[in-house]
């Protein structure tokens, strides 16, 4: 089929600045639009004229020219749909998006009064879920398109150190064999939503002072009952009273003055049940080594001496394994699939923005999914924001669409579009980000609200942050830059652990969090097997070990990942391959810059 093509393009005139990539992409344009080499030859042909191209077929081009596939995509579905015929005398008018000035006849009124252009909408979503937005014109070449390396693996883990930064190219593998695996689908996974909180459509922004206390104050209280639960702690007392022997006491980490957590002074304040909610001075001079960061419930072995400073000998910053191991995932489950469950489970994990801050082609998300598309894993897993509201042409308000429809068609047709290709045996998650332009700007944050209706059953959305269950492998996310905020605030690195997914207390400036609805949704009793923690900072996948290990036991593990985001910039970021076997040291992982 190559040689066809290159031999149709040489029949017309036509050379290569890069051959092999340009007629390997040709080669998927033939397969996905059911076109011969002759008709897209054609369709270059009309487009190079159209645009005063020279001959020479430049790999730049290829982004610009799949757009012009694709609309020649929707001129078919047009033309086939008895109830509608579209009149014009300029083609290159269609081509340019000058939908305006055609003319439309509709054979019968539409009972509900949509308009045609809506309905023309439609149909090219159900197509293809490519970009349709006929107002603007099409960009030919983008920093981001004319990058000559498409996927580089960066990093791995458990996998042979000669994998490294191998150059991977789109479309390296050969099309026959991707065409064999999709007609043999790898087995579909299981899901459960674990946690989805808060509901959509929940009330916010009415937290009351007294919401915040509760919820620092129900912190401190399940930290101690999980201390005491474990055998391994005293009751703890009030670390404000003086006492001359060793004593033991649970308290939130807390910073006397404005600003970045200094060593002196920080106050340790103890629940009301054993305090009254005091603070006292907290003297850290005896230890070596600690790690905290204000809003941190922690245990504290020490000393007070005058009553006025506990002088810590210990700091107890994780919950013993065989708590969080044995404590019950929250009762409420959403079952979506009722399939074998293996404790195995491949899948590919992206953060937003899906677009570079050049425009709103959305380039890195197709090329993201046409990468899944060949790998095949059973879940892809994209986190907000997608409709991001620091992109500089939302902040100019240079767009000629509502932010829910720019969602719709940009994202979730793409996303229809991938698993209505790859057939029942995938599935995508989506969870939002207060970043999101047509999502409610709170955390933490309802889950989209995607309508069965409109969009096939394999798409789902979860809440922010959010947990669920995949062939019985726990995953938790949050779209929120807990690691970034964390590295501003804490005084040493590497924190220990916890049980929420944004300790830190005050939150950072930006983050719109609501104590009313933090104490279901921030809260997770059990380690997860994977944790999705996307972030500005340096892209990483890391095996934890979390809590304390009793008379020997193993530690909890976790494989926490960052994976970086999709687009920087004018460029292309990073994304994460992740192929989970049983437990965290024996899966492999990989980060790929796109």
Request: glycine letters at 6%; aromatic letters at 8%.
């Amino acid at each position: 089929m190559e040689e066809e093509i290159k031999a149709e393009f040489t029949r017309n005139g036509f050379n290569f600045d890069d051959e092999e990539e340009i007629l390997q992409k040709c080669l998927t344009f033939c397969i996905q639009y059911k076109l011969s080499a002759s008709d897209l030859v054609s369709i270059w042909d009309i487009y190079s004229l159209n645009r005063g191209l020279e001959f020479t077929v430049r790999s730049s081009h290829m982004g610009a020219f799949l757009e012009q596939l694709q609309r020649e995509q929707v001129d078919k579905v047009k033309q086939k749909d008895s109830g509608l015929h579209l009149y014009s005398n300029d083609v290159a008018m269609i081509l340019h998006g000058n939908i305006e000035e055609t003319e439309v006849i509709l054979d019968t009124p539409n009972a509900k009064g949509t308009s045609a252009q809506e309905k023309l909408s439609d149909s090219a979503q159900k197509t293809t879920g490519g970009k349709f937005t006929f107002e603007k014109p099409l960009e030919s070449v983008t920093p981001f398109g004319s990058r000559k390396s498409k996927f580089v693996v960066q990093t791995t883990i458990n996998e042979q150190p000669n994998i490294q930064t191998i150059k991977v190219e789109e479309d390296h593998e050969n099309s026959e064999d991707d065409i064999i695996k999709r007609v043999q689908p790898s087995q579909k996974c299981s899901l459960l939503i674990d946690r989805s909180q808060p509901e959509p459509g929940c009330r916010f922004m009415y937290d009351r002072i007294e919401d915040k206390f509760d919820f620092m104050e129900n912190c401190i209280k399940k930290r101690a009952a999980a201390y005491v639960s474990s055998g391994q702690y005293e009751e703890p007392v009030d670390p404000s009273v003086a006492s001359q022997k060793s004593i033991f006491a649970v308290g939130m980490i807390c910073c006397e003055e404005e600003g970045r957590l200094k060593e002196k002074p920080i106050l340790l304040q103890s629940s009301v049940e054993h305090s009254g909610g005091q603070r006292v001075r907290l003297d850290l001079q005896k230890l070596n080594q600690f790690s905290i960061f204000p809003g941190q419930v922690v245990g504290i072995e020490g000393h007070n001496p005058s009553g006025h400073c506990l002088i810590a000998s210990k700091i107890i910053d994780t919950v013993p394994s065989s708590i969080t191991s044995t404590e019950q995932l929250p009762s409420k489950r959403q079952a979506l699939d009722h399939v074998i469950q293996s404790s195995k489970v491949s899948l590919i994990v992206a953060a937003g923005p899906f677009t570079t801050s050049g425009n709103l082609l959305f380039e890195p998300l197709t090329e993201l999914l046409s990468y899944a598309r060949r790998k095949q894993p059973q879940l892809l897993v994209l986190l907000g924001p997608f409709i991001d509201s620091d992109h500089p042409n939302l902040k100019k308000g240079n767009v000629d669409q509502t932010f829910d429809d720019m969602f719709r068609l940009e994202v979730l047709g793409k996303l229809q579009d991938y698993v209505e290709y790859m057939g029942s045996s995938v599935n995508v998650i989506l969870m939002p980000s207060f970043r999101d332009a047509n999502h409610d700007f709170v955390f933490p944050q309802p889950a989209f609200e995607i309508r069965p209706a409109d969009f096939i059953h394999q798409i789902y959305s979860v809440s922010n942050p959010g947990m669920f269950s995949a062939n019985e492998v726990k995953v938790a996310c949050c779209t929120v830059d807990i690691l970034k905020h964390l590295s501003a605030e804490e005084i040493c690195r590497n924190p220990q652990g916890g049980s929420n997914f944004y300790p830190l207390y005050p939150p950072a400036e930006e983050v719109p969090l609501d104590f009313s609805l933090a104490n279901e949704a921030l809260q997770f009793s059990s380690v997860p097997d994977i944790l999705i923690l996307p972030s500005d900072l340096a892209h990483f996948v890391k095996v934890l070990s979390l809590g304390e290990g009793n008379n020997g036991e193993e530690q909890d593990k976790c494989l926490c990942i960052n994976p970086g985001r999709l687009a920087r910039g004018e460029g292309g970021g990073f994304f994460v391959e992740i192929n989970y076997s049983g437990n965290p040291d024996s899966s492999t992982a990989s980060i790929i810059r796109i």
